[in-house]
Structures are given as C-alpha cells and as structure tokens.
C-alpha cells in the first residue's frame, strides 16, 4: 500500500486537501470518484524529514545508507516495486525521496528498473548501475545491490581517507601561501623606494622589489584575474571530456599515477568478481565492467581485452597480452580459470590491489609535505634574500 496525498473537488464547490493509502494511482483515483469528489491532483506523498529543512547537500553516505535500505528490502523478499514505493515515502534526503518516487512512477508503466534509476538523478558510480543492470538479468538484484554498496563503502572510505590524510598539507600550502602574500602586501613595498637607485641595486633585490611594487599597484587586476581562472577551472572540469584527459595525464605521473591506476584496476576487478559471482557470462561482465572504468586509454585497453577473450582467448592471456596487470595478477587469474574460482581470484586481486593502492596513496601524501615547505621555504627566503641585498645595497651606498 502506497499512501497519495490528494488535492480534490467537492459537491459543494469546495476544495479538499488530504492523504490516503491505495494499492496504485488509479485505484486511488476511483476510490475518490466513487465518494463523489472530483480529483485536481493526486501526488505519491513526500515527506519532508526536519532534518532535511535546511535543504542540506545530498552526500554520498545518505545514497549508500537509502540503496543499502533498498538492498535489505529485496533480500527480503519485498517485491521491486513495494521497495521502491517504501523509500520513496520514507524520510530519507528530499533528492532520494524524490529519485525513488521517479523511480516507481516508471516501474508502474512498465520500465526496467536499471533503466529507471539511471533516470532518477540519484548520484551514483557507474560501477553501481552496472551492477545493478547485471542483477537485473540474472534475477539478483538484491544482492548486485548489495555488491554496489559494499564497493561504495569502500570508496567512500578511501576518500576520506586521502580527505584526512590532506588536511595538513591543504593548511600548510594555504599558509604558506598567506605568508608570501603578506610578504609582499606588507614588507617589500616599505623598501620599494629603493627602486630608484635601480642600477644599484642586485638582479634579485630589483626583481623582487619590482614585482612587489607591481603587486599592490594591481592588487584589482589579481583578484579579478585569480578568480577568473578559478571559475574557468571549475567550468573546464565539469567538461567530461577535458576530464578524461586530464585523469589520463595524471595516471602518467609519477607515484600519483601508479596511485590512480591501482586503485582503478582494484575497482575493475572487484566488479568483475561481482558480476561474475552473479553468474553474469564472462563477455557480458567484461563489458559491463569496462564501462566503469573511468581512465579513457584504460577502457580502450580493457576493450581490446574483451575482444580477445571473445575471440577465444583466456581471459589470463588477454590480460597478460595487453599488459593490463602484474605478474600477480595474471597468475591469480590463470588459477582461478582452471580451478573454477575466478570470482574468488578477482575479489583477492580487488583487494591485493586496493591495498596497493591504498600505500601509493599513503607514499604520494607523504611526499606533498615536505614538497611543500621546500617550495615554500625556498620562495619565502628569495624574498628575505632580495629585500636584505636591498638594504645592504643600500647602506653601502650611503657609506
């Protein structure tokens, strides 16, 4: 039972507003017709959580807490469309609420539900909707749900975890940054008179006393240009295409790189285990796996991939031909193959490279830091340098 809330005329000529319970739209519509009222709307009801008043954003843990709620439902045995009417009528966030309501409107008309939640504006990883889409055909939903969440839970929590381990280097950086600045908003143009005596000055003094002089007299054009290019970043990267190939330039750098590439291949093969493990065909999952992935020359990779095992090729092989993993990696597979684990073996080389990962990750934000008091030391003390060679200059000229 879904309960409408109902907005209807009366035979007096008044309006009446209220909410019933009903097994579907129509039948709701009928039961108010047969009272004599005559419908102007009829909504599936909504409720507006308190905490929800403020219009809070939608985080990733509140779609992780709903599709998990959802999962345990279908487990359950509760029918698809019983779920989905239950999340839609819950207090979760106004989008979700609002998504599982979009949701259930097309189940009632006879949509798949894959097709209906790719629909419903719910934020979610392509890899979720995959594995979505893989239950679907093989009947187990409920538990391709189930596998999403556990792989967002991961994600989630790896991303806090570079979160976290960010935090100093971010305030060390922002500091540092604030102290050049007010270095040269507040130091160097007390000493800019001696730019007057230029030819008697050091290169560095007069550079740097020259561009702190040209700081304060543009500090408009800075703030108007910073900004600029801030706004145009932040438009440039929402451009899917610009941000494919800005991943794959960042997957060719050093130790971040092979970061983002673990952890990619880590992501690859825990879907593949997934899907696998739901009896998926092997085809149909390599394919459905590649699409998750988000580096554009790692899908073309994984591609080539799955044409060659669906030439005829073992998947080990193909892999090992592309080289598309490591040494581990390959032999994992190559056992899983002939002992038929292969979902087993992918979800151990999942988490040998999610591990992997995981310390590349560690080893690149170690690195951040003392990159950036060197960095910041270094100019920091150019223009210490610079404004002590201008004062000895200077008294030098004044002996």
Same mark, same amino acid.
């Given at each position: 039972m879904q309960r409408y809330d109902y907005e209807v005329l009366a035979p007096d000529g008044s309006v009446l507003t209220g909410a019933m319970h009903s097994g579907s739209e129509a039948e709701a519509m009928r039961e108010l017709e047969r009272k004599g009222l005559v419908p102007l709307s009829l909504n599936l009801h909504r409720p507006r959580s308190a905490r929800w008043a403020g219009k809070a954003k939608l985080q990733e843990s509140d779609v992780i807490l709903a599709l998990h709620e959802l999962a345990t439902m279908l487990l359950s045995g509760v029918p698809v469309a019983e779920a989905v009417a239950a999340q839609a009528s819950?207090?979760?966030?106004? $989008?979700?609420?609002?998504?599982?309501?979009?949701?259930?409107?097309?189940?009632? *008309?006879?949509?798949?539900?894959?097709? =209906?939640?790719?629909?419903?504006?719910?934020?979610?990883?392509?890899?979720?909707?995959?594995?979505?889409?893989?239950? %679907?055909?093989?009947g187990r939903l409920g538990e391709a749900l189930r596998d999403a969440v556990r792989q967002m839970e991961e994600a989630h929590a790896s991303a806090a975890e570079v979160r976290n381990a960010l935090v100093y280097p971010t305030v060390l950086v922002f500091a540092g940054i604030a102290a050049v600045l007010l270095l040269f908003v507040f130091v160097v143009p007390k000493f800019s008179r001696l730019l007057d005596r230029a030819e008697d000055l050091p290169l560095l003094a007069w550079a740097v006393l020259s561009l702190g002089q040209?700081?304060?007299?543009?500090?408009?054009?800075?703030?108007?240009?910073?900004?600029?290019?801030?706004?145009?970043?932040?438009?440039?990267? *929402?451009?899917? #295409?610009l941000r494919m190939r800005l991943l794959d330039v960042l997957a060719g750098v050093?130790?971040?790189?092979?970061?983002?590439?673990?952890? %990619?291949?880590?992501?690859?093969?825990?879907?593949?285990?997934?899907?696998?493990?739901? /009896?998926?065909?092997?085809?149909?999952?390599?394919?459905? =796996?590649?699409?998750?992935?988000?580096?554009?020359?790692?899908?073309?990779?994984?591609?080539?991939?799955? /044409? #060659?095992? *669906?030439?005829?090729?073992? !998947?080990?092989?193909?892999?090992?031909?592309?080289?598309?993993?490591?040494?581990?990696?390959?032999?994992?597979?190559?056992?899983?193959? *002939?002992?038929?684990? !292969?979902?087993?073996?992918?979800?151990?080389?999942?988490?040998?490279?999610?591990?992997?990962? #995981?310390?590349?990750? $560690?080893?690149?934000?170690?690195?951040?830091?003392?990159? =950036?008091?060197?960095?910041?030391?270094s100019v920091i003390g150019v223009i210490i340098l610079a404004v002590i060679l201008a004062i000895t200059s200077a008294n030098d000229l004044a002996i």
């Open positions: 819950s207090g979760h966030h106004p $989008k979700l609420v609002e998504g599982f309501a979009k949701i259930s409107s097309e189940l009632t *008309r006879g949509s798949a539900f894959t097709a =209906a939640l790719a629909d419903a504006g719910i934020p979610l990883p392509a890899y979720a909707l995959q594995l979505a889409r893989a239950g %679907e055909m093989t040209w700081v304060n007299n543009n500090a408009l054009l800075m703030l108007v240009v910073g900004g600029g290019a801030v706004a145009a970043i932040v438009a440039a990267l *929402r451009q899917p #295409r050093p130790v971040l790189g092979d970061w983002l590439s673990e952890a %990619e291949i880590g992501r690859w093969a825990s879907v593949l285990a997934a899907l696998v493990g739901q /009896r998926v065909p092997v085809l149909t999952a390599l394919e459905l =796996a590649t699409e998750a992935i988000r580096f554009p020359q790692r899908r073309k990779r994984m591609a080539q991939v799955t /044409r #060659r095992v *669906r030439d005829g090729v073992p !998947l080990s092989d193909a892999l090992e031909d592309q080289d598309a993993l490591t040494s581990t990696g390959y032999n994992l597979i190559r056992v899983g193959e *002939r002992a038929g684990e !292969l979902p087993a073996m992918l979800a151990s080389l999942g988490r040998l490279y999610d591990e992997a990962g #995981r310390r590349r990750m $560690k080893r690149f934000v170690a690195l951040i830091e003392p990159l =950036a008091i060197l960095i910041i030391g």
